[in-house]
């Protein structure tokens, strides 16, 4: 799980190491050491610059770190009473929209505050079993992305929709606010996916059998245009890591607000002139429908709203439900 931190003004003069392990809850300070001495760790100054972070670099304050932080071990997530808007519910599934920010399982720097944390605070046992620390979870969702994400509600039909994930029987539409002005209204790329060749952060288009790249086609669809950008609606039939993160950086058209894949700090993050709604500050991706196929044999078809951050950029004809 890639973890991105701010150091504040107070921790100038601390070891990295030492401020990281003090940050991330569940973390020792031999991980960490571990971890960046393994290049798991980024580092990046107030101005900009890309530093090589040592276990015993001193920090000034104002840095931006990144970790990859492995999945280590199962643990025992937690009850808590966190809010949930619960699109769907029946005796089989839960579907969540899920908001912008929240993780969706418990990991090393985030123990508390997640989905399933969430999940197990308002169903406790009536979720599947599955794995300990990620009871019901047949698919995630980036931390900054928002929308439709399902959980399953017995072993059965957490076995029958993995299967149906695997069989690609499974239909999502994801909204994407993009940089750019896309010539076409119809676009899609096919180029294979893994992890890039010197950003352990990033996902690249490489050939497919290099390193760990798979196959990953998404198709686009342009809904409505502004000044500078558009809302796109991504269809992606394979589900590799960031795909349509990667898929539409590639394309010259990257996610508005994309720290990761954006091609610079200066892409839009201003809602259209007019709007009172505050700058976009996270990436504006969003799960918008899935459709799953059910053990009754139906098909289970939801939608989450745009949210709130998302809808000023919207073209007010684009709210009809995506095709």
Known sequence: MLTNLTVPSTASGVRLDVWLTDALDGCTRSLVARLIKQG????????????????????????QVALEIPEIEPMEAMPEDI?????????????????????????????????????????????????????????????????????????????????????????KRYLALVAGEPKADFFDHSGAIGRHARDFRKRAVRELG????????????????GRGFAAVEARPRTGRTHQIRVHLAALGHPVLADVVYGRSRTWPVNPPAGSSAPVLSRQALHAWTLELPHPDGSILNVTAPIPADLHPWVAADLVPKPR
């Not at 290099?210 to 245009?225: I, P, Q």
Request: with cysteine.
């Open 40 to 63: 798991l760790c980024a580092v990046t100054s107030p101005s900009g610059a890309r530093l090589k972070p040592k276990a015993g670099y001193f920090l000034d304050g104002g840095e």
């Open 210 to 225: 290099e390193g760990d790249a798979k196959e990953a086609y998404t198709s686009f669809l342009v809904h409505s245009r």
């Open 83 to 171: 809010p949930l808007t619960v699109l769907h519910e029946d005796e089989r599934y839960l579907v969540i929209d899920k908001p912008a920010g929240m993780v969706v399982h418990p990991a090393i720097g985030h123990l508390r505050g997640t989905l399933v944390n969430a999940l197990l605070g308002r169903y406790g046992t009536r979720i599947a079993s599955g794995e300990g620390w990620r009871p019901g979870i047949i698919h995630r969702l980036d931390a900054e992305t928002s929308g439709v994400i399902v959980v399953a509600r017995d072993d059965e039909a957490l076995r029958f929709a993995q299967d149906a994930f695997k069989e690609r029987t499974v239909k």
